[in-house]
């Protein structure tokens, strides 16, 4: 199960272009969200249960992937960036019921790919440059 956005609209000037896509794969399944500047609802497939995954591209490599993993176990969850330049870390953002948006330490980011671990009932943004 695949689907990429291949183009979207440029909030600036109205103009198509090629977005970047960013993948989680878990499950044997593969969830691909276009994000020129948001993702849609629906944009997402194949994240397990009860993750919500939505991404959003700044200007370069610059991008904002939030999950929400409303599940009452920990996930890990592989991510892929595709269709541009990914950077080469992201800092994730954690809110729960103990935590108010607490920076967590950067994760590498590998040939456009990198696993995070989502403990129970948060919102993570990974945020990177």
């Known amino acids: 199960m695949s689907r990429k956005v291949r183009s979207a609209v440029n909030a600036r000037g109205g103009t198509r272009r090629r977005s970047r896509a960013v993948s989680s794969r878990a499950h044997s399944d593969t969830a691909d969200v276009g994000a020129t500047r948001a993702a849609r609802s ?3 497939s194949g994240a397990p249960s009860g993750v919500l995954v939505s991404a ?15 599940s009452t176990g920990s996930v890990n969850l592989p991510i892929t960036i595709s269709g541009g330049t990914a950077p080469t870390s992201v ?5 729960s019921s103990s935590a108010n948006l607490t920076s967590g330490t950067a994760i590498t980011v590998s040939g456009g790919s990198f696993t995070a671990t989502l403990a129970a009932n948060t919102v993570t943004t990974f945020v990177g440059m």
């Open 42 to 44: 629906g944009d997402v």
């Open 56 to 70: 959003y591209k700044g200007t370069g490599s610059a991008i904002a992937i939030v999950v929400i993993n409303k």
């Open 91 to 95: 800092t994730p953002w954690t809110t």
